[in-house]
C-alpha cells in the first residue's frame, strides 16, 4: 500500500532553516505530482508547495523567496527547502501525492515545525 513518511521537521529560531523529507513507498513515484501543506493550530489546512511528476513547481506567495520544493525520484524523496523562518511557519506540515493519470490520493501523518526563540 502507499505509504508517504514525513521527517526533519522540529524546534527551530526565527531566521533559522530546516529540511523537511517525505519518503515514498509503494507507489511509482515518478507518476506522481507532490505537494507540501501545513496546517497551524486553529487554521485550515494550506497548500504550501507543489511539484508535479515533471518537475515544474509551485509556491504559496506566502513562502515565496524562503522555501523550495524539489523531488529525487531515485530515492522516492521529496523535499521541503525552508530558509528564513518566521513564528507564523509554525505548523504541522503534511506531504501528499496524486497520482498524475488517475487522481489517487494519499497523505503522510505529519511532521511538526516550531519557530520561535
Known amino acids: 500500500q502507499v505509504q508517504l513518511v514525513e521527517s526533519g521537521g522540529g524546534l527551530v529560531q526565527p531566521g533559522g532553516s530546516l529540511r523537511l523529507s517525505c519518503r515514498a513507498s509503494?507507489?511509482?513515484?515518478?507518476?506522481?505530482?507532490m505537494s507540501w501543506f501545513r496546517q497551524a493550530p486553529g487554521k485550515q489546512r494550506e497548500l504550501v508547495a507543489s511539484?508535479?511528476?515533471?518537475?515544474?513547481?509551485n509556491l504559496a506567495d506566502s513562502v515565496k523567496g524562503r522555501f523550495t520544493i524539489s523531488r529525487d525520484n531515485a530515492k522516492n524523496t521529496v523535499y521541503l527547502q525552508m530558509n528564513s523562518l518566521k513564528p507564523e511557519d509554525t505548523a504541522v506540515y503534511y506531504c501528499r501525492a496524486v497520482h498524475r493519470q488517475t487522481l489517487g490520493t494519499s497523505w503522510g501523518q505529519g511532521t511538526q515545525v516550531t519557530v520561535s526563540s
Open positions: 511539484i508535479t511528476s515533471y518537475g515544474s513547481t
Open positions: 509503494g507507489i511509482n513515484f515518478s507518476f506522481y505530482a
